[in-house]
């Protein structure tokens, strides 16, 4: 079966800087387009990054533009989120997610997803 698994958060402090990564396994990886979400208690997940499946085509959140950077390595089966200068309000369980279209930012739109890996940012 097809399964996505997310590491690399963790607790950090503003100004820090993480690399996500997000390894797949059981479809053919260099196929998908895939995305980055996150989400915190009491909110809707909330679109991050996309990434087309050769790793050419990108799109950000305008809140994290400039800050975070998708990429991936289709030999690894492996799609990472770099996050730089982080703030307390990137604070949230991020999920990444594979997908038909870079395009897209709506969550239904991905087929398969992750379970998470939780960033804490403290001030």
């Known amino acids: 079966q097809v399964q996505l698994v997310e590491s690399g958060g963790g607790l950090v402090q503003a100004g820090a800087s993480l690399r996500l990564s997000c390894t797949a396994s059981g479809l053919t990886f260099s196929t998908y387009a895939m995305g980055w979400f996150r989400q915190t208690p009491g909110k809707e997940r909330e679109f991050v990054a996309s990434?087309?499946?050769?790793?050419?085509?990108?799109k950000y959140a305008d809140s994290v533009k400039g800050r975070f950077t998708i990429s991936r390595d289709n030999a690894k089966n492996t799609v990472y989120l770099q996050i730089n200068s982080l703030k307390p309000e990137d604070t949230a369980v991020y999920s990444c997610a594979a997908g038909p279209s870079y395009v897209y930012i709506q969550s239904p739109k991905y087929d398969y997803w992750g379970q998470g890996t939780q960033v804490t940012v403290s001030s």
């Open positions: 990434i087309n499946w050769s790793g050419r085509n990108t």
